[in-house]
């Protein structure tokens, strides 16, 4: 009798990091496997960001574990990319001077592709993406990104500044690749919509784990879990 065994896309033991020798976030345990979606939840300054950060190899661990797609933390980013990782960090991703088309044919997958994820884009492709809404240079972003079929998706506030209907179908096409086998790691304010998509999440304070559940468990909590770990101070 064999026996598979399936190494997360994300496993992270005693996960601490920071900046300048100083550590924003400590001791994080994360596991996140292909086809799940894990959402980051927290108030400004808990230590969202600096997790993905770390997860991408962007800053290195200070103590700890972080196994990425079978990389160690120690592996650099462009190699992580290499192996499936895409990265949408905070801010829009995308060449304001460029037109939508040459942004895309910028990604690791192709343009055409790029463009079925979000066919709403096709008619204004041809514009300098500085000239898009923020919407539509958030899906420039993200279906650049998807293109690529992409083992593990870190995404850092893609709904930032942005209408619910356009967030939704943001998050919509995150559980697409989800279901396709992808591993995504998610930051977000919005609690319910991300919740509505995620398989489970990760609530931080001051940079630890405070709690964590499935997406069902905390969305049951999800008032008392903003007004206790996301309006107030981190
Ligand atoms: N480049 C940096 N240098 C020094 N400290 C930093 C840096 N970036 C973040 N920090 C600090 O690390 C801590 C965690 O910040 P982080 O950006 O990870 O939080 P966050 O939860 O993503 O916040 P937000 O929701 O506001 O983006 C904060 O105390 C922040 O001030």
Known sequence: MSTTIVTPAVHARGLTAGYGGTPAIHELDLEVSSGEIAVLLGANGSGKTTTLLALAGELRPMAGTADVLGCSARTRLDRRARSGLGF????????????????????????????????????????KAGLLSGG??????????????????????????????????????LRGAADRGAAVVLVEQHIRHALAVADKGYVLRRGRIALTGTAEELNADADAIARHYISGES
Do not use: Y
Not at 145 to 162: F, K, Q, T, V, Y
């Open 88 to 127: 949408l960090t905070e801010g829009r991703c995308v060449f304001m001077e460029l037109t939508g088309w040459e942004n895309l044919k910028l990604g690791r997958g192709s343009a055409a592709d790029a463009v079925a994820h979000f066919p709403e884009l096709e008619p204004h492709l041809h514009k």
């Open 136 to 173: 539509q240079q958030q899906m420039l972003a993200l279906g650049r990104i998807l293109a690529a079929e992409p083992r593990l998706i870190l995404a850092d506030e893609l709904s930032l500044g942005l209408a619910p209907l356009i967030v939704q179908r943001l998050l919509t096409a």
